[in-house]
């Protein structure tokens, strides 16, 4: 079994594959933190809960964009699983030509998720990723990275009203039962919701001018659902896509 690890700024997802079938995948808090030892014992634990032997586990393969914990996950893989992971980074064969002007700058979860799209849907394509920082990413019809745009996430958006607003609550990322909302937290989640399914739904349509009107939208991260809803500019709902992608690049390097 091999297991697939990506760590973000707020979740760290984790997922178990038999061959190219995904079994089993977990969404976790980051904690900046944790010791190897501390996040061991959550692997450990979450593998136990699903009666799956750390030993059963014969590959890991990594994307991180938090570089302390890249190290703290390499130590608690070789640890607890006896695994040496496989570290998405410069020198690793991803299929994918960055055509940015600083590839290196470029997160590595952004081209793991180009490469499961140049694999799994074909491109050109838009990538829609939900997390700390809603990113826009584009592919090209052959499958290259070209760039995106960078926004801030809606849940750092939700945090930001309601640290800076004295009299704003905070509020569960929920869509509220309309566009105008009749008391503060409905106000709250309609700005919140609806405006960031214009923010996607615009963006999207300044992507495809230029890269054609064929372009597909593929949206992933852990708020996915909440967005994908209520826009129907989303072709493809892949919320686990980071952990496919590091699946078919371990795939390309063994």
């Given at each position: 079994m ?6 973000g ?9 038999d ?12 904690d900046?933190?944790r010791?190897?030892d501390e ?18 586990i ?23 699983l006896?695994?040496?992971p496989l ?26 998720d ?8 074909g491109?050109?394509?838009?990538v ?5 920082g ?6 090209s ?15 750092i ?9 004295a ?10 039962p ?9 106000a ?25 009107p ?9 708020l996915?659902?909440?967005i ?7 072709d ?19």
């Amino acid at each position: 079994m091999l297991m697939t690890i990506d760590i973000g700024n707020t979740n760290i997802s984790l997922g178990i594959y038999d061959g190219d079938r995904m079994d089993l995948s977990w969404r976790v808090s980051t904690d900046h933190q944790r010791m190897p030892d501390e996040y061991g014992l959550q692997i450990i634990g979450l593998l136990q809960l699903e009666n799956i032997p750390p030993e059963d586990i014969n590959g890991v393969c990594l994307a991180s964009v938090v570089p302390h914990l890249t190290g703290v996950f390499q130590q608690t893989c070789q640890k607890y699983l006896g695994q040496d992971p496989l570290v998405v980074d410069a020198g690793v064969k991803t299929g994918v030509r960055v055509l940015y002007e600083t590839p290196k700058s470029v997160g590595a979860d952004r081209i793991v998720d180009a490469a499961a799209v140049q694999r799994l849907y074909g491109g050109p394509a838009c990538v829609v990723d939900f997390g700390t920082g809603t990113t826009f990413d584009a592919i090209s019809a052959e499958g290259d990275y070209l760039g995106g745009a960078i926004a801030p996430g809606i849940g750092i958006a939700a945090d930001a009203l309601f640290q800076r607003a004295a009299k704003l609550p905070k509020v569960d990322l929920n869509t509220p039962p309309s566009v105008i909302g009749r008391n503060t937290p409905y106000a709250m989640q309609s700005g919140l919701i609806f405006g960031y399914v214009g923010l996607v739904e615009g963006m999207v349509a300044r992507f495809r001018k230029e890269l054609g009107p064929e372009m597909k939208v593929i949206a992933t991260g852990g708020l996915t659902d909440i967005i994908a809803r209520e826009t129907d500019v989303i072709d493809i709902v892949a919320p686990w896509l980071t952990l496919d992608g590091l699946r078919i690049i371990w795939e390309m390097n063994r």
